[in-house]
């Protein structure tokens, strides 16, 4: 049995963070009230656990050569482990971690330093309200955004329309690449709403906030029948062809990875799905 777990009482979130051991893995599990939240190995920050999050560190290999330093913004922290990532992968990188939790990231790096080298700043606030400041810090232009604060349909609403995606462009450098984390339930209507939102041109017919728009999951949630997380990779370019060989490939596998024609046929068929015997 291994030690106890750590807790810390989230104000802002009106629930408990704990820290637990993972003994299988040599890391740390942090969970909110009970469910699993991040995984981190500190001994090894390479290595990310969980499927989604290696998705996203995937697109992070890609943005810049190899080694290459970055300035990311991370609209979110858990247990940080991307910004331990692209710290280990990327020495030199200047971050910026922002989270709404107060006591969250001083509980975890209590018992999870960040790696030595790591150039992380740690922001408390809403991510939207914090905007301004990110725009004025050393991680901002950005060339990599993390954002990962949404649960479902229940997020908040100014988080999910499209001036807040507009705001989060303007704090980005040319050829940037903004990641959404989105969980969603069965019918991914909250996912098809973060897609038409990010993607389809305003209501004046001007330009969509992103000129491209590719989406990264595991093959059995293109069923739509299927809880789980589905990342958006979103740039004020196109997204090189290239990346889509190296995503594959990269996995978790299966790994689906759909290009902007592709997202936008099958957002198409969730919203109009065929009855029984089609």
Same mark, same amino acid.
């Given at each position: 049995?291994?030690?106890?777990?750590?807790?810390?009482?989230?104000?802002?979130?009106?629930?408990?963070?704990?820290?637990?051991?993972?003994?299988?893995?040599?890391?740390?599990?942090?969970?909110?009230?009970?469910?699993?939240?991040?995984?981190?190995?500190?001994?090894?920050?390479?290595?990310?656990?969980?499927?989604?999050?290696?998705?996203?560190?995937? %697109?992070? /290999?890609?943005? $810049? &050569?190899? !080694?290459?330093? #970055?300035?990311? =913004?991370?609209?979110?922290? @858990?247990?940080?482990?991307?910004?331990?990532?692209?710290?280990?992968?990327?020495?030199?990188?200047?971050?910026?971690?922002?989270?709404?939790?107060?006591?969250?990231?001083?509980?975890?790096?209590?018992?999870?330093?960040?790696?030595?080298?790591?150039?992380?700043?740690?922001?408390?606030?809403?991510?939207?309200?914090?905007?301004?400041?990110?725009?004025?810090?050393?991680?901002?232009?950005?060339?990599?955004?993390?954002?990962?604060?949404?649960?479902?349909?229940?997020?908040?609403?100014?988080?999910?329309?499209?001036?807040?995606?507009?705001? %989060?462009? /303007?704090?980005? $450098? &040319?050829? !940037?690449?903004? #990641?959404?984390? =989105?969980?969603?339930?069965? @019918?991914?209507?909250?996912?098809?709403?973060?897609?038409?939102?990010?993607?389809?041109?305003?209501?004046?017919?001007?330009?969509?906030?992103?000129?491209?728009?590719?989406?990264?999951?595991?093959?059995?949630?293109?069923?739509?029948?299927?809880?789980?997380?589905?990342?958006?990779?979103?740039?004020?370019?196109?997204?090189?062809?290239?990346?889509?060989?190296?995503?594959?490939?990269?996995?978790?596998?299966?790994?689906?990875?759909?290009?902007?024609?592709?997202?936008?046929?099958?957002?198409?068929?969730?919203?109009?799905?065929?009855?029984?015997?089609?």
């Amino acid at each position: 049995m291994g030690p106890k777990p750590a807790r810390r009482f989230l104000t802002a979130a009106d629930a408990w963070a704990e820290l637990t051991q993972d003994e299988e893995t040599e890391g740390w599990i942090l969970s909110i009230d009970g469910a699993e939240q991040s995984h981190v190995d500190a001994r090894n920050p390479r290595r990310v656990f969980y499927e989604y999050l290696r998705r996203i560190a995937n %697109v992070i /290999d890609c943005a $810049a &050569p190899a !080694g290459h330093p #970055l300035k990311a =913004v991370h609209l979110g922290g @858990g247990a940080m482990t991307l910004p331990r990532y692209v710290a280990a992968t990327r020495p030199g990188s200047q971050q910026l971690v922002v989270e709404l939790a107060r006591e969250l990231p001083d509980f975890v790096l209590s018992h999870i330093p960040w790696p030595e080298g790591a150039a992380v700043e740690v922001m408390h606030g809403d991510a939207r309200e914090a905007l301004p400041r990110i725009a004025q810090s050393r991680a901002a232009p950005a060339d990599v955004v993390v954002l990962d604060v949404f649960a479902g349909a229940d997020a908040p609403l100014h988080l999910r329309e499209r001036a807040f995606y507009e705001q %989060v462009r /303007d704090t980005m $450098a &040319p050829g !940037g690449v903004l #990641l959404v984390n =989105v969980g969603d339930d069965p @019918g991914l209507k909250f996912f098809a709403e973060q897609v038409e939102v990010l993607g389809s041109p305003d209501r004046s017919g001007g330009e969509p906030v992103f000129s491209d728009l590719w989406c990264l999951t595991e093959q059995s949630m293109l069923t739509g029948r299927n809880p789980g997380n589905l990342i958006l990779v979103a740039r004020d370019r196109a997204v090189p062809d290239s990346w889509r060989d190296a995503l594959v490939a990269a996995g978790p596998h299966p790994a689906a990875v759909l290009d902007r024609w592709e997202l936008e046929d099958w957002v198409r068929s969730l919203r109009n799905p065929r009855g029984p015997g089609h």
